[in-house]
């Protein structure tokens, strides 16, 4: 069974790490299976914020070769591999067409000789190999594309995690396993110094409102956007994040939607654009790239993005005619890139990631700039090299580097899939789900909906989610809040109008099966109804340009 507490009262650590995104649960992961005691600290929920607006991509590097920047190449290729060997229940192969077209930065035979050129770099890679894809081909296969009077393009392979939210889970529970202390919606309200170094942190209690003390010998901020706001517990400093606004949206299949992802250019401004098939039929468009300089707390897409996604996606495909009212809700946040003052291109700015060891009365202190689902653990092993340091302890090698996610199934995906579809006493739609979604995990859901008639109803009709679900999700994966339930642990929310149709009766049935109290859960649904307007919803439209009020 899985299991991960998101409540306790440390006192005392190795390390703590401040944040619960990608980056946060690399590292507390790494730690705690190098025998540390670490205890991770996030404001909100487990991959509640930056993490949760990705393109959800595990990308093996292509487009660092334009730059030959090798090694990150290679550590993008190695990464991927592990990933689809380590979590083959979350991570897919994603075969991805890139048109090429007279009027793209890059000609077809550059970008031909890229695909060939990585193909040779990765050799032994999981995947097939790239491949040119022909006029006769294209035409077979991307009708739709070539009729917008694309001849021919490339094949690439890749890899992707459609519900990065179970991705960041499972990181939580099998750092959780191995002793880490996960704390969610508990604010850092400060940090403790002594002996002239950082000594831990102060922080405000969940249940109590207290604030409390934890101390430790290292403190990584790997807060993302909010990294400059740990700094500043600190007193004045150099700011170190210049965030950039991205934006998706999501509609359902239409007129010549592709079974392949699209890596495209905008024909505004040669930005690079996907078409992406996403979770249960939908599909991601995406994303923008913009300065921004607005509250982090509360991002939102706009008109103008929506018009400027709408125009790439009807230029690429001209019979999809997609319009703002097939925008079913879209996603927005902020990316944590390094701040490098005003830039008239966001596109420029690195996405390499930056790990800075303080001095002087910041000793003690280590911050985490940028990062990327790709190279979370690659990240996560380097921050832990440091802290081995720090510490004075001996340097392992990491265990992450053939550890299975706790998910992952003993036998091959598509076997393991039909095994539990076949034998279960479910619809097969929910079973099937429950396979796609928790992997090996499935089997703590199913015996949970044995338990009782009830917990095995279906809960959502669209997705085909049960009950037991979200049950399991308060007793067994720390969940808080109705938000924490149905978007980051059963992902219902993903459906096609954010799960507010389902979020009273989920509401209800945590009251009777998970022991929330009947006032919580009523004012769970108006938090819950607030919160996801950030994601614009059509279910709560009233204005014809598909923005939420």
């Given at each position: 069974?899985?299991?991960?507490?998101?409540?306790?009262?440390?006192?005392?650590?190795?390390?703590?790490?401040?944040?619960?995104?990608?980056n946060?649960?690399?590292i507390?992961?790494?730690?705690?299976?190098r025998?540390?005691?670490?205890?991770?600290?996030?404001?909100?929920?487990?991959?509640?914020r930056t993490?949760a607006?990705?393109t959800?991509?595990?990308?093996?590097?292509?487009?660092?070769?334009?730059?030959?920047?090798?090694?990150l190449?290679?550590?993008?290729i190695?990464?991927?591999?592990?990933?689809?060997?380590t979590?083959?229940?979350?991570?897919?192969?994603?075969?991805m067409?890139?048109p090429?077209s007279?009027?793209?930065?890059?000609p077809?035979?550059?970008?031909?000789?890229?695909?060939?050129?990585?193909?040779?770099?990765?050799?032994?890679k999981r995947?097939p190999?790239?491949?040119?894809?022909?006029?006769?081909?294209?035409k077979?296969e991307w009708p739709?594309?070539?009729?917008?009077?694309?001849?021919?393009?490339?094949?690439?392979?890749?890899a992707?995690?459609?519900?990065?939210?179970?991705?960041?889970?499972?990181?939580?529970?099998?750092?959780?396993?191995?002793?880490?202390?996960?704390?969610?919606?508990?604010?850092?309200?400060?940090l403790?110094?002594?002996?002239?170094?950082?000594?831990?942190v102060?922080?405000?209690?969940?249940?109590?409102?207290?604030?409390?003390?934890?101390?430790?010998?290292?403190?990584?901020?790997?807060?993302?956007?909010?990294?400059?706001?740990?700094?500043?517990?600190?007193g004045g400093?150099?700011?170190?994040i210049?965030?950039?606004?991205?934006?998706?949206?999501?509609?359902?299949?239409?007129?010549?939607?592709?079974?392949?992802?699209i890596?495209?250019?905008?024909?505004?401004?040669q930005?690079?654009?996907?078409?992406?098939p996403?979770?249960?039929?939908?599909?991601m468009?995406g994303?923008?790239?913009?300065?921004?300089?607005?509250?982090?707390?509360?991002?939102?897409?706009?008109?103008?993005?929506?018009?400027?996604?709408l125009?790439?996606v009807?230029?690429?495909?001209?019979?999809?005619?997609?319009?703002?009212?097939?925008?079913?809700?879209?996603?927005?946040?902020?990316?944590?890139?390094?701040?490098?003052?005003d830039?008239d291109?966001p596109?420029?700015?690195s996405?390499?990631?930056e790990?800075?060891?303080?001095?002087?009365?910041s000793?003690?202190l280590?911050?985490?700039?940028g990062?990327k689902?790709?190279?979370?653990?690659?990240?996560?092993e380097?921050?832990?090299?440091r802290?081995?340091?720090?510490?004075?302890?001996?340097h392992?090698?990491?265990?992450?580097?053939?550890a299975?996610?706790?998910?992952?199934?003993?036998?091959?995906m598509?076997?393991f899939?039909?095994?539990?579809?076949?034998?279960s006493?479910?619809?097969v739609?929910?079973?099937?789900r429950?396979?796609d979604?928790?992997?090996?995990?499935?089997?703590?859901?199913?015996?949970?909906?044995?338990?009782?008639?009830?917990?095995?109803?279906?809960?959502d009709?669209?997705?085909?989610?049960?009950?037991?679900?979200?049950?399991?999700a308060?007793?067994?994966e720390?969940?808080?809040?109705?938000?924490?339930?149905?978007?980051?642990?059963?992902?219902?929310?993903?459906?096609?109008?954010?799960?507010?149709s389902?979020?009273?009766?989920?509401?209800?049935?945590l009251?009777?099966?998970?022991?929330?109290?009947a006032?919580?859960a009523?004012?769970?649904?108006r938090?819950?109804?607030e919160?996801?307007?950030?994601?614009?919803?059509?279910?709560?439209?009233?204005?014809?340009?598909?923005?939420?009020?």
């Open positions: 069974m899985s299991t991960v507490s998101t409540y306790a009262a440390p006192t005392t650590a190795d390390v703590v790490v401040i944040g619960a995104g990608i946060g649960l690399a507390t992961r790494e730690i705690a299976r025998g540390l005691h670490v205890v991770m600290i996030d404001q909100d929920d487990i991959a509640a993490s607006i990705s959800r991509l595990i990308h093996g590097g292509l487009k660092y070769l334009e730059r030959l920047e090798v090694p190449v290679f550590e993008s190695r990464e991927r591999n592990i990933l689809l060997r979590a083959p229940h979350l991570v897919k192969p994603y075969p067409l890139i090429f007279k009027s793209a930065s890059r077809g035979w550059l970008l031909s000789c890229g695909l060939v050129l990585h193909d040779v770099l990765s050799i032994g995947l190999l790239n491949r040119i894809v022909f006029s006769s081909r294209l077979r739709s594309v070539a009729a917008g009077g694309v001849k021919w393009g490339g094949l690439f392979q890749d992707h995690v459609p519900v990065t939210e179970r991705f960041a889970i499972e990181l939580a529970i099998d750092a959780s396993r191995h002793g880490a202390t996960v704390l969610t919606h508990t604010p850092v309200t400060g403790l110094h002594e002996s002239g170094r950082v000594a831990g102060r922080y405000r209690d969940r249940l109590s409102g207290e604030e409390r003390e934890v101390r430790a010998s290292v403190v990584v901020n790997s807060a993302g956007p909010w990294v400059d706001a740990v700094l500043d517990l600190e400093h150099p700011r170190k210049g965030p950039t606004k991205g934006s998706h949206f999501v509609v359902d299949r239409f007129e010549g939607a592709p079974e392949t992802c890596f495209f250019e905008s024909p505004d401004d930005r690079p654009m996907f078409v992406l996403w979770w249960d039929g939908k599909y468009i994303t923008t790239d913009l300065p921004y300089t607005g509250s982090i707390d509360d991002v939102v897409i706009d008109a103008d993005e929506i018009d400027y996604l125009r790439a009807n230029g690429l495909l001209p019979g999809a005619g997609l319009t703002p009212d097939d925008v079913l809700w879209s996603y927005s946040g902020v990316r944590p890139l390094p701040f490098v003052g830039v291109n596109a420029s700015v996405r390499d990631s790990i800075i060891s303080h001095d002087g009365d000793a003690g280590v911050t985490v700039i990062g689902y790709t190279t979370h653990r690659a990240l996560g380097e921050v832990l090299h802290i081995e340091k720090t510490l004075g302890v001996e392992r090698a990491s265990s992450t580097r053939r299975p996610f706790p998910g992952a199934p003993a036998m091959p598509v076997r899939r039909k095994a539990f579809v076949d034998r006493v479910l619809p739609r929910s079973a099937a429950l396979a979604l928790y992997g090996s995990l499935a089997h703590g859901i199913e015996m949970l909906a044995a338990s009782d008639p009830a917990l095995a109803e279906v809960i009709d669209e997705t085909g989610a049960i009950a037991a679900e979200l049950v399991h308060v007793r067994n720390g969940a808080v809040t109705l938000e924490d339930v149905l978007l980051r642990r059963s992902a219902i929310a993903l459906n096609s109008d954010v799960a507010l389902c979020a009273p009766r989920a509401a209800d049935l009251v009777t099966h998970a022991g929330w109290d006032e919580y009523l004012g769970e649904v938090r819950y109804r919160s996801v307007r950030r994601f614009a919803p059509r279910a709560l439209q009233t204005s014809p340009r598909g923005m939420a009020p």
